[in-house]
């Protein structure tokens, strides 16, 4: 267990709609990254933030938003969703967001029809 | 792009010593090499990392050449709960942390 928990661990919706991905990282942990992990692209990083400010920005598409609160959980929000969205969608946690290790969360898996 | 080179599939047999090589031939002098893994579809599992030393922990060790061109990571004693693909990342140790995954090395270990 590393101390990141992901939730839904399931998620099943259909085209055109919105879903909320919620991450809360280990106890400590000031930066948040999210990844997407697809059958044709591998996992991709996705976006960063640390201490409630976006640090830095993946291949994240303009329909997908996140945000991380005061609270340091975060939220990854995915609209307008495409059947090609389909994919593993990871958070990682690390203390400040530099060089120091990354621990993964389980994952939300998200399915779309 | 990912900044590694790994075998895209190895075996190994169950209780024997699992050695999955790297090649990182452009990594400059303050990139670390840092080895994940993933398990089926599980969130990926941090092993191990150095920057020019050999490292060991409970998991694993990392041999890492003295050019540091190339790595080793190693399982000294595997076993079944060790299939997994194992990913091989140079990260530079500046301010931003995302990691670049390339396609790794999936690991099968047989009985």
């Known amino acids: 267990d590393s101390g990141v928990t992901q939730t839904p661990k399931h998620l099943i919706t259909a085209t055109g709609q919105r879903v909320t991905l919620r991450c809360s990282p280990r106890?400590?942990?000031?930066?948040v990254y999210w990844y997407q992990q697809s059958l044709d692209q591998g996992l991709q990083f996705l976006i960063q933030y640390y201490n409630g400010e976006e640090r830095a920005k993946g291949n994240i598409l303009e329909r997908f938003s996140a945000q991380q609160f005061p609270d340091l959980h975060s939220e990854l929000n995915l609209s307008s969703l495409e059947l090609g969205d389909s994919a593993l969608y990871f958070c990682?946690?690390?203390?400040?967001?530099?060089?120091?290790?990354?621990?993964f969360g389980p994952g939300t898996r998200l399915l779309v029809l | 792009d990912a900044k590694t080179t790994q075998p895209p599939s190895m075996d190994c047999a169950e209780g024997r010593a699992a050695n999955l090589p790297c090649n990182h031939s452009?990594?400059?002098?303050?990139?670390?090499v840092y080895w994940y893994r993933q398990i089926h579809s599980q969130g990926p599992q941090y092993i191990i990392h150095g920057l020019k030393n050999n490292e060991t922990n409970e998991m694993a060790s990392l041999i890492i050449t003295e050019d540091r061109k190339s790595s080793t990571l190693i399982l000294p004693h595997a076993t079944l709960r060790d299939t997994a693909v194992y990913y091989c990342i140079v990260r530079d140790g500046g301010s931003q942390g995302n990691l670049i995954f390339g396609k790794g090395t999936k690991l099968s270990v047989k009985p």
């Open positions: 106890s400590g942990d000031l930066s």
């Open positions: 990682a946690s690390s203390v400040f967001g530099g060089k120091e290790t990354q621990y």
């Open positions: 452009t990594i400059s002098g303050n990139e670390y």
